[in-house]
T-cell receptor
């Protein structure tokens, strides 16, 4: 089944403790992206990647890092999490093929709480 | 990216057609109209997209005005499971940057 898999689904952590949220897709998509969703603010893009070893900042990149060493994986790294990073996070992927491009496929989300 | 304007919320009776409007008056010639929906806190789900012709798939129909300044997503027979936030987005087909607005919260009532 074509899908984007995020792990973990739920995470509670303490301020300053480094964490990684993994994202993997099995559709050979070139493009991957991370969003966070907060009440009243909608979905905001954190980082995106056009292909392997190519990443760029979205609208709210502060406090986050990403890497794209393989086409299928796009982990989101919080080096020193803070309470304002408590949010619902979504990973998404998309094909760059113009004909086959039907927009994004989203993961199921990771609900992160930083205390 | 062209901005879109959608009503904040709408109600629809179960079994009736749900018509969700979207204004995109500054849309460019190479920008497509995409619709997604998000059920509760799940990941957004792609519904349909189009350029200038009306489109239909198993989920919905998309009607784009001739001047392309607005569109309507139609769910022909809404069910309770269609209750969700619906997002209208415009973007060039070869640009993967997808910017989500606030969307329309559709509530389907029995």
């Amino acid at each position: 089944e074509a899908q984007v898999t995020q792990n973990p689904r739920y995470l509670i952590t303490v301020t300053g403790k480094k964490l990684t949220v993994t994202c993997s897709q099995n559709m050979n998509h070139e493009y991957m992206s991370w969003y966070r969703q907060d009440p009243g603010l909608g979905l905001r893009q954190i980082y995106y990647s056009m292909n392997v070893e190519v990443t760029d900042k979205g609208d709210v990149p502060e406090g986050y890092k990403v890497s794209r060493k393989e086409k299928r994986n796009f982990p989101l790294i919080l080096e020193s999490p803070s309470p304002n990073q408590t949010s619902l996070y979504f990973c998404a992927s998309s094909s760059s093929d113009r004909i086959a491009n039907y927009g994004y496929t989203f993961g199921s989300g990771t609900r992160l709480t930083v205390v | 990216d062209a901005k879109t304007t959608q009503p904040t919320s709408m109600d629809c009776a179960e079994g009736r057609a749900a018509n969700l409007p979207c204004n995109h008056s500054t849309i460019s010639g190479n920008e497509y109209v995409y619709w997604y929906r998000q059920i509760h806190s799940q990941g957004p789900q792609y519904i349909i997209h189009g350029l200038k012709n009306n489109e239909t798939n198993e989920m919905a129909s998309l009607i784009i005005t001739e001047d392309r300044k607005s569109s309507t997503l139609i769910l022909p027979h809404a069910t309770l499971r269609d209750t969700a936030v619906y997002y209208c987005i415009v973007r060039p087909l070869n640009n993967n940057d997808m910017r989500f607005g606030a969307g329309t919260r559709l509530t389907v009532k029995p």
